[in-house]
Every structure is written in structure tokens, then in C-alpha cells.
């Protein structure tokens, strides 16, 4: 029933900065907890960062200082900048529930090189 679409991927220099989005449909976006993970190609995902229903954050220890999540419920958006880029920050994300009850959308690809 839901679906979650993200963007605002693409190609930044080490050191850059992306924002990401992720806008949710079919159902109210504030009961849910909502993550941001990635993933390499033969890796699984790795959740990075985590918001809760009452806006506390979470995040893994690579990123942490570098990304921040946030969430616009009225919009149905959740967000996550992303400052200081590295190369190891390559992969592509997803936005989804850490419960794991929803579908995972298609990604954004974010590639860090010079």
C-alpha cells in the first residue's frame, strides 16, 4: 500500500554535499518510524541513519557528524543531507520503516569520486 520513492542522488566531489529525499503515499507517513540505508553491490543493506515517530535521530557511526535525517509529515518526506562526502559514502539508498513492514522502493544512486 505504501510506496516510497527517493531521489536526489547523483555524482559530488569528496568533501560535497547531496540532499536526499523520500516521499511515502498510501498511508499516514507519522506513525512510522523511517530510516535511510545503503548498499553496495553482494552487500546488504546498512541502515545509516534512523528518525522515530517523535523526531529523535540515530546514526551509524561512519556517518555520524557528516549526515543528518529529518522528516517533513506533513509532506510525507523524510530527508537526509548529506555534507563531507567520501568515497566510501558510494552506494545507493534507500528510505524505508526499520520495523521492515514496507516495500523498499527503487533507491538513489550517490557515487563520491573526483
Known amino acids: 500500500q505504501v510506496q516510497l520513492v527517493e531521489s536526489g542522488g547523483g555524482l559530488v566531489q569528496p568533501g560535497g554535499s547531496l540532499r536526499l529525499s523520500c516521499a511515502a503515499s498510501g498511508r499516514p507517513f507519522s506513525i512510522y518510524g523511517m530510516g535511510w540505508y545503503r548498499q553496495n553491490p553482494g552487500k546488504s543493506r546498512e541502515l545509516v541513519a534512523a528518525i522515530d515517530t517523535s523526531g529523535r535521530t540515530t546514526y551509524a557511526d561512519s556517518v555520524k557528524g557528516r549526515f543528518t535525517i529529518s522528516r517533513d509529515n506533513a509532506k510525507n518526506t523524510v530527508y537526509l543531507q548529506m555534507n563531507s562526502l567520501k568515497s566510501e559514502d558510494t552506494a545507493v539508498y534507500y528510505c524505508?520503516?526499520?520495523?521492515?513492514?514496507?516495500?523498499w522502493g527503487q533507491g538513489t544512486q550517490v557515487t563520491v569520486s573526483s
Open positions: 524505508n520503516s526499520p520495523q521492515g513492514t514496507l516495500e
